[in-house]
């Protein structure tokens, strides 16, 4: 049984085509656990592609845990272990950033100096101003989820050390720097691994993300951090309840934004 969903892409465009549609119907259930996917020569006619290009999905497959190769009785679906997946309610952003901090990180760099151009813009900071940048990978038990580049303004992080950040999560000595977090807005996208990223993560190269660019602000407007997140599309995702709103003539979709439950 499997029990991490590594990606071990293969190499060529139509293998990793094959692989990829072979591994979200064995992670969907449409290929149970147990049973046989048909014969090499059948995939490739049913995929249009060389007997040579299944074989290199397949290798994948195995090397992934999904399938159990054997000569003379095929390739047989392994049973998976899903993953508890980590959700993010974007209507309690807040508590449930400070939620998220209460998992195991990994610290892999931290440092002092200027912050890059579109950061420092998105802070505010002038030419001169300096930040802390850290970064981290996040867990969930065994398996990293995401991965986090901080950058805090160099007047709050010299309150903590590169110790305390590596032992306690960001949020708490933030707060234990007098800062009031108060306010974040943020904006999600899609991006692909790199090299880095990939390793911290156990993912391969190339595989799909979650982008999401954080710009958190205490009780007086300032920013008092910018985070750069990677989250792995199959152990974290965004939630937002919607409701209808509206007169007949332009009802619509809104955020449904949970009340305030103070400090906490």
Known sequence: MTDKHHQTLPEGGKARRVYLLLRDDILSGEHAAGSLLVAEQRLAELHGVSRVTIRR?????????????????????????????MAADMATLIPQIVKMGEHSARLLSFSYGAAPDHIAEAMGLGSQDKVQRAVRVRFAGEQAFSHLTTFVPEDIAAHYSETDLANAPLYQLLERSGVRVSEASQRVSATLAGPDVAEALGISVGSALLSLRRVVRDADGRAVEYLSALYRPDLFELEMSLSRVGDPAGRHWEPVIAPSRGPG
């Open 57 to 85: 999905a397949l290798d994948a497959l195995e090397a992934d845990g999904l399938v159990e190769r054997r000569a003379g009785s095929g390739t047989r679906v392994r049973e998976v272990a899903h993953s508890q997946t």
